[in-house]
């Protein structure tokens, strides 16, 4: 947070960056926590209050750098509704399952979001909200990278063909992006995929 707070005074016409940095910054906590075996009843009650607390925020910006966007977006509150979700049906016994889901979403949407912008590359309006041909090839190539890896360093999860028509279905949910709605599609998507496709991790 501090390092999006120093981003948004130091390159205030960047009113997106801030809120990235964010995003891309929860999805390594999911990490740690599975690391240091956090337990369910201390992951659930702060991932909910994380959740309030982004809602009251949406609400009253006290932290505008979170929410100071062009657009109208329930995003950062969907993102941790999300993890909360996710916490409640996998951890931690399918703490894997929820790592990728948010992973992907961390670091697919959350680089997508960074490189739509600065490349110039062919777009195209979904529902209102733009798409860049550079964007969605960044959350294609990271979103496949994230399960691949997280499938060689687990051990678990689905075949490693399976892998691409997985992360095809996280781009593809990113398209819809209206009202930050795929900050819940993605990750619960990829999570319960991952279980299905054979993830028990």
Do not use: C
């Amino acid at each position: 947070m501090g390092l999006a707070l120093w981003v948004r005074g130091r390159w205030p016409a960047q009113r997106e960056w801030p809120r990235k940095i964010v995003h891309i910054g929860t999805g390594p906590v999911v990490l740690i926590a599975w690391a240091v075996q956090v337990d369910r009843w201390i992951a659930l009650p702060v991932a909910a209050s994380v959740t309030l607390l982004a809602a009251l925020n949406h609400r009253i910006r006290v932290l505008p750098a979170v929410e100071d966007v062009d657009r109208h977006s329930y995003g950062t509150v969907a993102y941790g509704l999300a993890i909360t979700l996710l916490a409640w049906w996998f951890w931690p016994a399918q703490a894997a399952a929820m790592a990728v889901g948010v992973m992907v979403m961390a670091l697919g949407d959350g680089l997508a979001g960074l490189v739509g912008p600065a490349v110039r590359s062919p777009s195209w309006s979904v529902m209102g909200q733009r798409k860049s041909l550079a964007g969605t090839l960044a959350m294609a190539l990271v979103s496949l990278l994230t399960l691949l890896l997280a499938r060689m360093i687990t051990g678990t999860g689905p075949e490693l063909w399976t892998l691409p028509a997985l992360a095809l279905v996280a781009t593809g949910l990113e398209q819809v992006a209206v009202a930050g709605i795929d900050n819940l599609s993605v990750p619960l998507s990829v999570s319960w995929l991952w279980v299905q496709l054979g993830g028990a991790g």
